[in-house]
């Protein structure tokens, strides 16, 4: 601009520089963080992947006494350093399931070791020299193949990496939640409509309203020693339980429940009461057929994201017992439970190498929950929004 | 509000059940070493006799007795894994609330690696010289008094050793290979050696610390990298320099990243450290309330499968995943023990 105009304003360069900068200085941000999570994500993905598949070799299994026995002696001995001790026990029950079997032998894909699996996903493995002979042969015998890894989906943990699986730790996460979000979700709803609407403006409530905004940012670790201390220790409820876990994880989400509710009361307008109480209607009328209706939307959308908080959280489950090998699924809350990011930190702790890829699909698996979980949040909170 | 009184009516019912149920499924606590053992015995003990599977947790063996020494009532847990003997305090403890006929389980051996990178040329270390090297004070040059530890490079410590920073990886303070680590490397040196001594005779009371001085050395040598010795692993991977001290299952499944050092010369094989020439090997031990047994009808088959040849024997299934088998003459002895239920002692726990 010239500098004769009378618009010139000196200092415009700079401002518009200025502006620019911060311009670049958010996107910048933004682009940091979209690869963080563009690595973690890949890492997983390229981790992850080689679990979708597990390596089966197929072998004759002699369905007999001597099988009843000793399970290690249905197969031919040459191969059975090479196929998954965890399948072969399984040999006798399946005799016991099915009698017909007994006294036959049957050409099956037998579920092989881990180190075999890891040997065929090219991977680092160890096989004596012996036993890789046999393999190579297999292979080239075509008596290897990799199939869908359906074990993962249908078995619990296991001491056998190609055995493991997460359905328990599956399981566990829904009783645990349903547990979570049947106590915390009412007490939870129900205290903020008595804030929002019933208790009166004082110091009294601010107070509290501090505390809940607090207490909603606390480590979670202090949950699980607070649930110790009050379900095991007062209240007796087992230990490592769905029950415990779950009522743990309830006094967790609550604050965060509390305040999501209490956010989307507020912001039904104050004319929609006052029309109520024009019609003649009581207080208790008004809350229960029109604001908490009209704030539904919003108190829903809290109370997914604190389910999907919950979802995630491993520290305070840790002090309860629910970080523990347990391979079968519990049928009830009140048996030994355990959840998926706990099932995980278990993995990732473990010496075999197989458990590598199990870890990262299984954060596949919980990531993909939690993002149908905040979606479907999403889309609640856009489908019944209303805009006043 | 149908939700609330579904939720009373689960409450309800939840104390039903609590107040009903006989517990027959054993459950465990401990050591974090022994919990991978512990946790394929259970799974191998439901899959061959249908009972349900133990549930092993986690605990570390400071943790797991505690939990285990609370109560003698079927709340508290049957079993508790451990990665090293019993204290007489814990004992103690487990007397005064009612747990009195305790017996103890050797399963085998654990040894620690002082490993690196499997691209450097092998290392050779003795005892003294990895004492020097963690240590938070160690004797001075004229071996007279105590200073804080001035060793930065290993050949600081001996002209033999290599011209290489001292990078150590290792557990933090609640692992129970760290207390291990501390007993056999420092513990063990340092009760002999009289300028600690002296240090603890000046003042027995101040100076408490001193008569077996274990304290590992803060200002950044020793790196506490968690409790995931598969962190450690991969740190050495990264980081060529340092050394880790992690468990010896470990070592075995990342063969292809690190090697272990030699201790003393000896290096740390299967059967070095089940002969006792390595070392820095430890025994780890479970231990089982015996009162429960009664109610918990699958107790005693639990612990004769562990205690079996299939289990903890020579070609053992632990031995696959990284269990030091005992020698067999003692495999049989403990056996024997742990079958006749014999009663920890204040007197048993005393020697080591």
């Not at chain 1, 415990?244 to 989400?253: C, F, I, K, R, S």
């Not at chain 2, 579904?6 to 459950?27: E, F, P």
């Not at chain 2, 654990?110 to 691209?119: R, T, V």
């Not at chain 2, 290096?267 to 031990?285: E, Q, W």
Request: with cysteine; net charge neutral; proline share 4%.
């Amino acid at each position: 601009m010239d500098k004769n105009n009378i618009f010139y304003d000196p200092s415009l360069k700079r401002r518009h520089l200025k502006s620019k900068l911060f311009k670049y200085f958010t996107l910048f941000s933004l682009v940091v963080s979209l690869v963080f999570l563009a690595i973690f994500l890949l890492d997983m993905v390229l981790k992850g992947s080689s679990a979708v598949q597990q390596t089966y070799i197929q072998v004759e299994v002699s369905y007999n006494q001597e099988s009843i026995d000793s399970y290690r002696d249905a197969v031919a001995k040459k191969y059975l350093n090479l196929l998954s001790r965890a399948a072969l026990r399984e040999i006798p029950n399946q005799i016991q399931k099915n009698p017909s079997l007994m006294g036959t032998k049957q050409v099956l894909w037998m579920l092989a070791d881990d180190q075999v699996d890891m040997y065929m996903k090219e991977y680092y493995y160890k096989i004596d020299e012996k036993d890789m002979k046999t393999l190579e042969e297999l292979v080239k015998n075509g008596m290897v193949d990799k199939k869908f890894n359906t074990i993962f989906f249908t078995h619990g943990d296991s001491k056998s990496p190609e055995y493991s699986g997460i359905l328990s730790a599956f399981i566990g996460t829904i009783l645990t939640l349903a547990v979570t979000m049947l106590v915390a979700f009412p007490i939870g709803v129900a205290t903020a409509v008595y804030l929002e609407e019933f208790s009166k403006q004082n110091w009294w409530s601010e107070f509290l309203e501090i505390n809940i905004n607090n207490l909603a940012a606390i480590p979670s670790i202090l949950f699980g020693l607070l649930g110790l201390a009050i379900y095991i220790n007062v209240l007796g409820l087992p230990r490592s339980s769905a029950l415990v876990g779950g009522l743990t994880l309830a006094l967790m989400t609550l604050p965060i429940i509390v305040v999501s509710s209490r956010a989307a009361l507020r912001s039904v307008p104050a004319s929609i009461r006052q029309a109520g109480y024009a019609l003649g209607l009581t207080k208790v009328q008004v809350v229960k057929d029109h604001v908490i209706p009209l704030a539904f939307p919003g108190i829903m959308t809290g109370n997914i994201i604190g389910l999907a908080h919950a979802m995630g959280e491993t520290a305070p489950l840790i002090i309860v017992g629910m970080i523990a090998f347990i391979p079968d699924s519990p049928t009830s809350v009140m048996e030994a439970a355990t959840v998926m990011p706990a099932q995980l930190f278990t993995w990732a702790g473990m010496p075999e190498r197989a458990y590598i890829e199990r870890t990262a699909a299984g954060i596949l698996v919980l990531l993909s929950l939690l993002i149908s979980l905040n979606s479907l949040a999403v889309y609640l909170r856009k489908k019944f929004e209303v805009k006043w | 509000m149908t939700l609330s009184k579904i939720t009373i009516a689960l409450l309800a019912a939840s104390a039903l059940t609590l107040s009903l149920s006989a517990r027959d499924q054993i459950k465990m606590v401990g050591s974090s070493t022994v919990y991978p053992f512990a946790s394929s015995v259970s799974e191998e003990f439901s899959a061959t006799t249908k009972n349900p599977t133990p549930v092993v947790e986690s605990t570390g063996t400071g943790g797991g007795m505690k939990l285990f020494c609370a109560s003698s009532d079927m709340s508290s847990p049957d079993i508790t894994n451990a990665s090293r003997r019993m204290k007489a305090e814990e004992l103690k403890l487990c007397e005064t609330n009612g747990v009195t006929d305790i017996t103890e389980a050797i399963i085998g051996f654990d040894g620690i690696a002082f490993a690196q990178s499997k691209a450097n040329t092998p290392f050779n270390v003795t005892k003294k010289q990895l004492f020097l090297a963690v240590a938070a004070e160690v004797p001075s040059a004229d071996g007279k008094t105590l200073v804080a530890n001035p060793y930065k490079k290993w050949s600081d410590i001996d002209a033999s050793l290599p011209n290489r920073e001292i990078t150590i990886y290792g557990p933090p303070k609640s692992s129970g290979t760290r207390d291990a680590f501390e007993d056999m490397i420092l513990k063990a040196q340092t009760e002999k050696m009289d300028v600690y001594t002296k240090v603890y005779e000046a003042d027995k009371v101040k100076n408490k610390g001193y008569k077996e001085y274990g304290t590992i050395r803060t200002d950044g040598v020793y790196v506490e990298a968690g409790e995931n010795d598969n962190l450690i692993v991969a740190k050495l991977d990264k980081n060529r320099a340092a050394f880790g001290v992690f468990g010896y299952s470990f070592l075995e499944e990342n063969a292809d990243k690190v090697q272990g050092s030699n201790v003393d010369g000896i290096a740390p094989t299967p059967d070095n450290i089940s002969s006792g020439k390595y070392p820095v090997s430890r025994s780890l031990f479970f231990y089982v309330k015996n009162a429960h047994a009664a109610e918990i009808k699958s107790l005693n088959d639990y612990v004769t499968l562990f205690m079996s040849e299939k289990m903890i024997g020579k070609k053992g299934i632990l031995g696959e995943i990284g269990l030091i088998p005992l020698p067999e003459k003692e495999r049989t002895a403990i056996r024997e023990s742990v079958f006749k239920k014999e009663k920890v002692t204040a007197e048993m726990l005393s020697h080591k």
